[in-house]
Nanobody
């Protein structure tokens, strides 16, 4: 069973940057799409963006385009989320999630991922 662990969260000022890491174990990531989600206090969880097994990127929300970037290192069984130009409204718990897909398939459009990490807190405040 795929296990995911997020790290790299923290507190930053508006305009700052962070790199979140999603480390996988229990299975190789080669055939998994990995998505990042976030949940702000009092709000529903929302999809942020996703990277397919072949490296295709899908943004689930337009609010992070041009500021958030996703990449993967299959050899290291790791996916990264680079957060730039952070805003207070980006404050949330960030989760990574995995879904096994045929190689090259695009990310799930229904946001249905089977394996989830425990989350890492990102706080953007002056």
């Amino acid at each position: 069973q795929l296990q995911l662990v997020e790290s790299g969260g923290g507190s930053v000022q508006p305009g700052g940057s962070l790199r979140l890491t999603c480390a996988a174990s229990g299975w190789t990531l080669d055939f998994y799409a990995i998505g990042w989600f976030r949940q702000a206090p009092g709000k529903e969880r929302e999809g942020v963006l996703c990277i397919s097994s072949s490296g295709g990127v899908t943004y689930y929300t337009d609010s992070v385009k041009g500021r958030f970037y996703i990449s993967r290192d299959n050899a290291g069984n790791t996916v990264y989320l680079d957060l730039e130009s952070l805003k207070p409204e980006d404050t949330a718990v960030y989760y990574c999630a995995g879904e096994r897909m045929p190689y090259g398939s695009p990310c799930p459009q229904n946001l249905d991922f089977g394996s989830w990490g425990q989350g890492t807190q990102v706080t953007v405040s002056s």
